[in-house]
């Protein structure tokens, strides 16, 4: 038996909120991942189900490795089609924010959507949201956003128009943001969640395989190489970092979604508790922060890297040289355990 954990009271604001309205925007955050495409399609497809005009709004394009995904062409992307993300979000009588907590994390949507004095719903798993919604759906300790969309249809008793395709898309979602079940994974309600959107013949195996399980050769080469030649382990402070400069992803045909989960990689490693991977972008060093326990890295990005994020997985963005956000880190290793000599392994063996 699933438990309800959303307040009543919110469900019901929510049913009046939808019920009074035809046109509604659902948008997430930049750069958006399983968790955030699969939450908003599955949103709009129930939606639609209702008889409701919903239309799916990213801040920017999303990755080849969600174009799996039912009705995802379906989806507007501001950076694309800006005439018709700005006019889905001007014209919208109710907007749905998923997987993100900050107005920053939709980046040139966020004007827009403030501009708009329809109401704001948000359904998020990140610490702290915005004070700018006017029903919240709030739960950092949720595994995903794709769990609290399947919440919050379970107590609006709208489960019926859950049909395979919003099932892949949520079932896509959780298992991207808990590595197949994996981190985050201990609530027994998910493995019941994952049963009953399993009923609806969603094609688990395949499912998988598309959305974690498929890389290019030259993304696989690429990771080969960030593990063999750029892995920097500190385990006097559990740490290790990788490190991307814009000439290799260059000759490794680097693609949006390449490096994905890379930042997990050093995790597996006994000893190291923490990882950071920084990739040398156009515009700035795109940081991914990896952690295992208590150790926050949400509260690093936020303070050394203009980001944050959960606990456990978290990022942001430096302003500067890949050299520059390597002596940051480093900095950061003094700062965070000034007992430990700071001495540290730039091979990739264990030091027993
Ligand atoms: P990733 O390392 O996969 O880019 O991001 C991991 C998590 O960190 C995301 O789910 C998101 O919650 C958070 N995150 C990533 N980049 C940023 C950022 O620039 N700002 C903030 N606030 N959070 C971020
Ligand atoms: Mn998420």
């Not at 005439?83 to 107005?103: G, H, S, V, Y």
């Not at 696989?220 to 991307?244: C, D």
């Not at 890379?262 to 006994?270: G, H, S």
Request: with cysteine.
């Amino acid at each position: 038996m699933i438990q309800p954990i959303i307040d009543q009271q919110v469900i019901d604001k929510v049913a009046q909120l939808v019920n009074g309205v035809n046109t509604i925007a659902i948008t997430c955050h930049l750069s958006p991942d399983g968790d955030a495409i699969g939450s908003m399609l599955a949103l709009a497809h129930v939606l639609r189900r209702l008889g409701k005009d919903a239309l799916v709004v990213t801040p920017d394009m999303m990755p080849r490795s969600l174009l799996f995904l039912p009705n995802v062409r379906s989806v507007v992307s501001f950076t694309q089609h800006e005439a018709r993300a700005r006019k889905a979000i001007e014209t919208a009588q109710l907007i749905f924010c998923l997987d993100f907590n900050a107005l920053h994390r939709i980046d040139k949507l966020g004007d827009l959507v403030m501009a708009n004095p329809c109401p704001r719903i948000l359904i998020d798993h990140h610490v702290d949201p915005e004070p700018m919604f006017d029903v919240m759906i709030s739960f950092p300790d949720a595994s995903s956003t794709c769990e609290l969309v399947y919440r919050m249809l379970m107590q609006m008793q709208l489960l019926r128009l859950v049909d395979r395709n919003a099932a892949q898309c949520l079932l896509t979602g959780m298992m991207t943001d808990t590595g197949n079940f994996a981190y985050n994974c201990e609530d027994p309600d998910l493995y019941e969640i994952q049963a009953s959107l399993m009923r609806r013949k969603v094609g688990r195996q395949w499912l998988y395989n598309m959305a974690m399980n498929t890389f290019s050769a030259d993304s696989l080469r690429l990771q080969g190489y960030a593990l063999s030649q750029k892995m920097r382990l500190y385990l006097p402070q559990h740490a290790a970092l990788i490190t991307l400069t814009a000439d290799e992803l260059k000759k490794y045909n680097y693609k949006r979604g390449d490096s994905e989960g890379m930042v997990n990689k050093p995790l597996a490693i006994p000893g190291v508790e923490w990882s950071v991977f920084l990739r040398e972008d156009p515009e700035y060093v795109k940081v991914s922060c990896r952690s295992v326990g208590d150790f926050a890295v949400n509260d690093i990005c936020a303070k050394y890297f203009n980001g944050g994020g959960h606990i456990n997985a978290a990022g942001g963005e430096f302003y500067g040289t890949l050299d520059q956000a390597v002596e940051t880190f480093e900095q950061l290793l003094i700062e965070l355990f000034p007992a430990t000599n700071n001495e540290n392994s730039t091979d990739n063996e264990i030091r027993q």
